[in-house]
């Protein structure tokens, strides 16, 4: 997501234009290789130093369940804020002075294209890193031998009591047990 952003930078400070964020993100993660569709509304507005960013997006991605590990599909939605410099005064065509701290993602190229792409990726792992569920009910794991309790029960036992713990089923024995 590529956007020309010269005739905003001709424009005094304060000046906007509203965009249309669509299109699709290549290899956002391990668990969403090949390309993710975005969708969302960007404010571009013109401030003293170059152009921020602002905005809504969603995007539907791959997760895993945090209670059994399987794949699910999960919608997020996140919010953009993010201002970028030019690298190239747009007036006059001098370099401006790019410091160690620029973001090179944060960096309008010199033909005054602001390349939203690495941005939005990265915010959307940022979104995806809550863990979600495949399904409200889900069951997990089980804790002893590791079966998906949502495709089928296990025949652990439960009642063992571990024998590390085994010290405080003393303190929960009654005087009347002895």
């Given at each position: 997501?590529?956007?020309?952003?010269?005739?905003?930078?001709?424009?005094?400070?304060?000046?906007?234009?509203?965009?249309?964020?669509?299109?699709?993100?290549?290899?956002?993660?391990?668990?969403?290789?090949?390309?993710?569709?975005?969708?969302?509304?960007?404010?571009?507005?013109?401030?003293?130093?170059?152009?921020?960013?602002?905005?809504?997006a969603?995007v539907?991605?791959?997760?895993?369940?945090?209670?059994?590990?399987?794949?699910?599909?999960v919608?997020?939605?996140?919010?953009?804020?993010?201002?970028?410099?030019?690298?190239?005064?747009?007036?006059?065509?001098?370099?401006?002075?790019?410091?160690?701290?620029?973001?090179?993602?944060?960096?309008?190229?010199?033909?005054?294209?602001?390349?939203?792409?690495?941005?939005?990726?990265?915010?959307?792992?940022?979104?995806?890193?809550?863990?979600s569920?495949?399904?409200?009910?889900?069951?997990?794991?089980?804790?002893?031998?590791?079966?998906?309790?949502?495709?089928?029960?296990c025949?652990c036992?439960?009642?063992?009591?571990?024998?590390r713990?085994?010290?405080?089923?003393?303190?929960?024995s009654?005087?009347?047990?002895?």
């Amino acid at each position: 997501m590529i956007y020309n952003v010269a005739q905003l930078l001709k424009e005094g400070v304060g000046a906007s234009r509203r965009r249309t964020a669509s299109g699709d993100l290549r290899d956002i993660d391990e668990l969403n290789p090949g390309d993710t569709h975005l969708e969302g509304e960007l404010l571009f507005v013109r401030t003293p130093r170059g152009i921020l960013v602002t905005g809504k997006a969603h995007v539907s991605v791959n997760q895993m369940c945090r209670r059994c590990l399987e794949l699910t599909r999960v919608e997020i939605e996140f919010e953009i804020e993010e201002e970028f410099i030019p690298s190239i005064d747009i007036e006059t065509g001098a370099s401006l002075p790019i410091t160690d701290e620029d973001e090179p993602e944060l960096i309008i190229d010199e033909h005054h294209m602001l390349d939203m792409t690495e941005v939005l990726r990265q915010y959307v792992i940022v979104a995806s890193m809550s863990p979600s569920l495949c399904r409200p009910d889900c069951k997990g794991l089980c804790p002893i031998c590791g079966q998906n309790l949502n495709l089928a029960s296990c025949q652990c036992r439960r009642d063992e009591i571990d024998p590390r713990l085994s010290i405080l089923a003393q303190l929960l024995s009654s005087p009347e047990d002895e």
